[in-house]
């Protein structure tokens, strides 16, 4: 099987009919480690899909959040990004190339007993600062 075979596959078995449109933006989520906003999925995607609107991105990109093929994570404020990572994970951006990185966090090893009383639905860690990358410069 062809990577977009795997792809598409994957796809129907969340129950999403895997459109030419659809395939390419879970594609480029596959392969992009920075938790792109729909806007960089558009941009990345309109040359080679002229007829691509960025509300057919948005759209998506809720369909296969409802479908549990994505995450959605606010680290900045106003600004979705994507994560097609649904284990749990936190998050770590860079403050000078901005980029984001995942950081394994094991939950279970976290005690937070006043949680206790409360039905947790969602939980988010977000980490800033400077990367390995940029420290190294
Ligand atoms: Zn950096
Ligand atoms: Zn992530």
Known sequence: MTNSEILSNYLKN??????????KIYEILRNNVTHPTADEI???LVKEIPTLSLAT????????????LVRIINIENHQARFDWNMKPHGHFQCNVCGTIYDIEIDTNQMNINE???YQLEESHFYFKGLCKTCLNK
């Open 14 to 23: 969340h129950g999403v009919k895997p459109s030419i449109q659809r395939l």
């Open 42 to 44: 558009f941009n990345h």
């Open 57 to 68: 991105v948005y759209n998506t990109m809720h369909l296969f959040e409802q479908k549990e």
């Open 115 to 117: 949680l206790d009383e």
